[in-house]
């Protein structure tokens, strides 16, 4: 079954790097297969599960991280900070939706980008682009643009490690619901965060009633499940990864539990949809605001021909300009169908701007104007909006504009940190989660 997945890699690839050394490139795919799964089978096989009961409207998923991690940002506290505020929106999300929230990170694997253009230009000098540090550095010297193979096997140490962190935060009592929702309660008792502070007080009651009920001692209570999902992009890290399942004889991506395929590489004859059409694990396609019914049916089609539950997820975006034109059609045609994936929306994708101090940024504004429009689109096709992806931290970064902080062009360089696209910051993440909790209290109610 593998070396059907080596016949994939021999369609056409997108997005794949020129490494500067082939018999390094060697070495490091042959560690990489050498070395123990990151994830394994039986946890992919229960966020399969989880995302077909969000499909139905059973659950909610909520994805959230970097926009593309970096080795030197895998550290405790950074790490404890991302899984702190994704935590943080699924308890009000968890409220408004009246259904569990998934809970999943873009982390553990997030290091490669693709990109427009293979080489950038300054000045006089042309070098490779900046492709995420699981293959490059930022830096535009020489030295730092050389795509480098070991920075593979770098990628899955640093991955290894937060993974680790991840275990330990989410199941010794750092997730602990009462701990959670304290956090909570000090975003909303602030004056600039007044108008979701009937939000909060609902949520307390919720919270003390359970509490009194004897229930806030249970186990399920103090520990979460917390999976981790990554943009499948580079066959040389994806390929040696790729391991058979010794219960089942399937073959499962072990690099991480959900794994997603882009706008850009999603071609029907190309390598990627090819390649992810053989492996087990829950597969996600981003859908930008081009798309075509048919190219929607055609990829339920190859990636899930047995329609299992949870199999698929389509993460729309659109952009805030489009969403209501452009997504409607979508939702009907598979509604029509019979199928029944997970739509989620990734709100920031399509919502790129460039500043007049020429920081890529994005308006807080246009990011919930694009949930407003998933969510009514939704509506109008009677079809199940079932999560949200999104590009945050727990930093308090100035990447996007806007939000209860009224971050504006001016405060952009005060701490802009991204080295790829911008992120929003706790307190915008939060903000985000009280007003979609807001959305679904609605859809709930129809």
Known sequence: MLSELDQAERLPARQQPEWYDAEALRDARATLSALPPLVFAGEADDLRDRLGEAAQGRAFLLQGGDCAETFSGATADKIKDRVKTILQMAVILTYGASVPVVKMGRMAGQFAKPRSKDTETRGDVTLP????????????????????????????????????????FTQGGFASLREVHSWNQGFARNPANARYDQLAQEIDRAVRFMDACGAGDSEDFKRVDFYVGH????????????????????????????????????????????????????????????????????????????????????????????????????????????????????????????????????????????????????????????????????????????????????????????????????????????????????????
């Open 129 to 168: 682009v900046f492709r995420g540090e699981i293959v490059n550095g930022f830096e535009f010297d020489e030295q730092s643009r050389r795509n480098d193979p070991a920075r593979l096997v770098q990628a899955y140490h640093t991955s290894a490690s937060t993974l680790n962190l991840i275990r330990a």
């Open 231 to 446: 943009e499948g992009l580079l066959f040389d890290y994806e390929r040696p990864l790729t391991r058979i399942d010794s219960r089942t004889g399937k073959v499962y991506d072990t690099s991480a539990h959900f794994l997603w395929i882009g706008e850009r590489t999603r071609g029907l004859d190309d390598a990627h949809i090819e390649y992810f059409s053989k492996v087990s694990n829950p597969i996600g396609v981003k859908l930008g605001p081009d798309t075509q019914p048919e190219d929607v049916l055609a990829l339920i089609d190859r990636l899930d021909p047995d329609r299992v539950p949870g199999r698929l997820t389509f993460i729309t975006r659109m952009g805030a300009k489009r969403i209501r034109e452009s997504l409607p059609p979508l939702l009907e045609a598979v509604r029509d169908s019979g199928a029944q994936p997970l739509w989620i929306t990734d709100p920031m994708h399509g919502n790129g701007i460039t500043a007049a101090n020429g920081y890529k940024t994005r308006r807080f504004d246009d990011i919930l104007d694009e949930v407003q429009g998933f969510f009514e689109a939704h509506a109008e096709a009677g079809t199940i909006p079932g999560g949200i992806h999104v590009e945050l931290t727990g930093d308090d970064v100035t990447e996007c504009l806007g939000g209860v902080e009224r971050i504006d062009e001016d405060d952009l360089a005060t701490r802009y940190e991204s080295l790829c696209d911008p992120r929003l910051n706790h307190r915008q993440s939060l903000e985000l989660a009280f007003l979609v909790a807001e959305q679904l209290k609605t859809v709930h109610r129809r």
